[in-house]
């Protein structure tokens, strides 16, 4: 069995802001770093991963190292994770880029680029690369495995996409909200959803 544990990051300065991520490089607030300590004490509890990979923006590089630390494990970094590529929208305040950059009639087509970003083709084409390369040189090994996947929103939709063979136009999203958990599983050779936007371990916070 091949299991994916697939985690959003915890919340962002960004999103407390109203501002578009994406590259722009914000770090996790308190509240974040407290949703990712209660998410890793989760884990620990549930799980032994032969790897954690991270998306190296802070928000999911801290995410992911509390995680890893909890775990007494390192984070193996690697760019296919980095979120949606924004352009000129990364920063932003959603209501300043609506003025400054306003999308077409109808919005973008699944083919369009941002100004100085990338389509949900190439983003959908990274996804791709990652769960392909990462599932082969599984399949290279011992064909067990558990793998801690921490990355962003929009990237981890169109894992998600990636894993179910989707339509590359298709219009269907995944909802993940702050250090949500997904878990994916192939059993010979059979994929399966085995839960999707956890988030048990929240309950707790000391702040909702």
């Known amino acids: 069995m091949i299991e994916l544990v697939v985690i ?33 004490k989760w884990l620990k509890e549930r799980y032994t991963f032969d790897m954690i990979i991270a998306s190296p923006l802070k928000r999911a590089k801290e995410t992911a190292e509390i995680i890893a630390s ?3 494990q390192e984070v193996i970094f690697n760019e296919n994770l980095i979120e949606w590529n924004n352009g000129v929208l990364a920063g932003l305040l959603r209501e300043e880029a ?18 100085k970003g990338e ?4 983003l959908r084409s990274r996804a791709e690369y990652f769960l392909a390369s990462l599932l082969h040189s599984i399949d290279d090994g011992d064909h067990k495995a558990t793998i801690c996947i921490v990355s962003h929103g929009g990237l981890i939709t169109m894992l998600y996409r990636s894993f ?17 958990v997904h878990t994916w599983r ?11 936007n956890m988030q048990e371990h929240l309950k707790q916070l000391s702040i909702e």
Do not use: C
């Open 8 to 40: 959003r990051h915890g919340q962002s300065l960004a999103d407390i802001e109203g501002r578009h991520e994406g590259r722009a490089d914000f770090p996790l607030t308190d509240l974040g770093r407290e949703q990712a300590g209660k998410l890793a």
């Open 98 to 115: 609506k003025q400054k950059y306003p999308e077409p009639e109808g919005g973008r087509k699944y083919f369009q680029a941002v100004e």
């Open 164 to 180: 179910l063979n989707l339509p590359v136009d298709t219009n269907i999203w995944l909802a993940s909200g702050d250090t949500a």
């Open 70 to 72: 909890n775990m007494n």
């Open 186 to 196: 192939i059993i010979d050779g059979k994929k399966i959803v085995f839960f999707s």
């Open 119 to 122: 389509s949900m083709i190439d």
